[in-house]
């Protein structure tokens, strides 16, 4: 029996409407947002939970709580699921970002995000090694199971592109939306991506 593995990102906050860098800063979610985590909490009612875990940032947490409240869960906050660190970026805007004082770091970043990172920040393959340890444990907890995970956009692409094989090129070809969801299927014949980037469900 294959293990289940939603992954939702969290819903909308303040500053992903501003288009703010958010990283490892701890927002929380906009009244938007909420509704959102509900309508993905309302989604996942009737599947077969078995347990939640999610970053331990407010954003995810609070997401998280939402759905786990649904299954009577407590959810399991994970450090390792947050989002990658942008630095001294975070709190900034793109614009904010072409002063003079970033003009340097910003260009090498958009030559190659993958490979080059925030002042301060936090390199993609350090995101995807450190996002992949815990779906693999989580995974392994739950063999034949439900569970849900809830990130960010960057640590839920991770996991995808770990679960997936794919590595940083896979990475960089994902743009899941908040409050999204996908879900992914581990069985004896491998990992199969059943659902990508839903947004059906929410009342928008």
Same mark, same amino acid.
């Given at each position: ?16 409407? &501003? ?22 909490? !309302? ?9 939640? /875990? ?47 004082? /970033?003009?340097?770091?910003? &260009?090498?970043?958009?030559? =190659? ?15 995807? &090694? ?5 779906? =693999? ?15 960010? !956009? ?16 896979? /990475? ?14 581990? !069985? ?7 659902? /990508? ?8």
């Amino acid at each position: 029996m294959a293990t289940r593995v939603f992954l939702v990102r969290h819903g909308e906050t303040e500053w992903n409407a &501003q288009r703010r860098i958010q990283g490892h800063t701890d927002t929380a979610l906009s009244a938007r947002g909420v509704a959102q985590a509900e309508c993905v909490a !309302g989604r996942l009612a009737d599947e077969p939970v078995a347990a939640v /875990y999610s970053s331990d940032l407010r954003r995810a947490f609070q997401t998280a709580e939402a759905i786990a409240s649904r299954h009577g869960l407590r959810v399991v906050p994970e450090v390792g699921l947050r989002e990658v660190s942008f630095g001294e970026w975070e709190g900034k805007t793109e614009e904010d970002l072409g002063a003079a004082a /970033y003009a340097q770091a910003l &260009q090498l970043w958009r030559a =190659d995000p993958l490979r080059n990172r925030p002042p301060g920040g936090e390199s993609i393959p350090a995101l995807l &090694q450190r996002v992949g340890k815990v779906f =693999d444990r989580v995974v392994a907890a739950h063999t034949g199971q439900t569970v849900v995970i809830v990130g960010h !956009g960057g640590s839920m692409r991770a996991v995808l592109a770990h679960a997936l094989g794919g590595g940083l090129e896979t /990475y960089a070809a994902l743009r899941p939306h908040n409050a999204s969801l996908s879900l992914i299927e581990v !069985g004896d014949s491998g990992v199969v991506l059943q659902l /990508y980037n839903d947004t059906c469900f929410l009342n928008e």
